[in-house]
């Protein structure tokens, strides 16, 4: 058995840090980019296009010099890095309060290798998945993914706590799924979060709600909100989730706290807003949070649960 359920006094002791961020003014989240390279093709990224580049084998001192509540390890595909098990024992054995989660397209994905990350001290991990079927293999280039994270998910689920999320992007193209999908991660134990397709990446505009298609999206984010109170397992905000439909009707959403709330670090320890934008400074040189951004194009979770307010109704659902 693999487990990660923090304690009473790990939920509370991160409440108050919490606080402490908010009045400090420094980055809730981390989103610590480890490598671009990645063995998907998404139309919906480019980063599997990278052939080389730089990057680090201790992220401690990014981490130790910014000290959120959250990192969340990303990629390119993550768990192309070996050495990934002791990026995160370094980090864990030597910050206090600081809750890591990776996200990976689950193709890599084993038993064996899920139980390293946990025991190294992973705290969540999220597997991605747009579709229930073929069609996610389609969408993700690797022939057989949805298979293997199928039969996986279950597997990893009985043998964690609470810990695995589904990582889901909501798109024009799977409006008749996201519903399905939050049962799916149901029936399977796990819990589900949905963050809302951007074409910043890529320029690809294809995947983006459109008008013709708002009022079925306003429906299957109502379903979500009403499936959130009844199956619990939709780790999104209110906030964020009310917000998904006005974003999309307007294209865009302003007061944008990339580079405040959180910020995004290259392979190389470079500082950036988030992922899209350009680099501000080295970790290294970091001293206090730059001017807010002026971009108004997107509606990532990263970015509107970041800026989501405090209220009791989320306390009670962060320390449940």
């Keep these: 058995m693999f487990r990660r359920k923090m304690t009473v006094f790990q939920k509370f002791g991160g409440f ?175 819990m589900v979060s949905y963050s809302t397709y951007t074409a910043l990446k890529t320029g690809n505009k294809a995947h983006i709600v459109t008008p013709e298609t708002l009022k079925r999206l306003r429906a299957v984010i109502a379903e979500i909100l009403k499936l959130k109170s009844d199956l619990g397992n939709i780790m999104n905000s209110d906030y964020y989730l009310k917000k998904i439909p006005i974003f999309l009707e307007a294209g865009s959403i302003g007061g944008c706290q990339a580079g405040r709330c959180f910020v995004h670090v290259t392979p190389d320890g470079y500082l950036k807003p988030c992922a899209e934008l350009p680099a501000f400074c080295h970790h290294s040189e970091y001293k206090e949070r730059p001017d807010a951004v002026n971009c108004d194009k997107c509606w990532s979770a990263c970015r509107g649960e970041s800026e989501a307010p405090l209220t009791l109704k989320r306390i009670m659902e962060f320390i449940r």
């Design 16 to 190: 108050f840090k919490y606080i402490r961020i908010k009045i400090l003014k420094t980055p809730i989240l981390i989103n610590l980019e480890v490598t671009k390279k990645c063995n998907a093709k998404c139309d919906i990224c480019d980063y599997w296009k990278t052939e080389s580049e730089s990057g680090f084998t201790d992220y401690l001192p990014v981490v130790q010099h910014i000290n959120p509540l959250v990192v969340t390890l990303v990629g390119g595909e993550p768990l192309l890095r070996k050495d990934l098990p002791d990026i995160i024992r370094r980090i864990k054995e030597n910050t206090n309060l600081v809750y890591i989660s990776l996200i990976t397209n689950g193709s890599l994905l084993t038993e064996e290798k899920a139980k390293k990350l946990w025991k190294a001290g992973l705290d969540q991990l999220s597997i991605s998945l747009d579709y229930l079927g073929i069609k996610h293999d389609e969408q993700r280039g690797i022939k057989g993914l949805y298979t293997h994270i199928s039969n996986l998910i279950p597997r990893l689920s009985a043998a964690s706590d609470n810990n695995i999320v589904l990582n889901t992007i909501i798109m024009k193209d799977n409006l008749d799924q996201i519903v399905d999908i939050a049962i799916q991660a149901y029936k399977w134990d796990v």
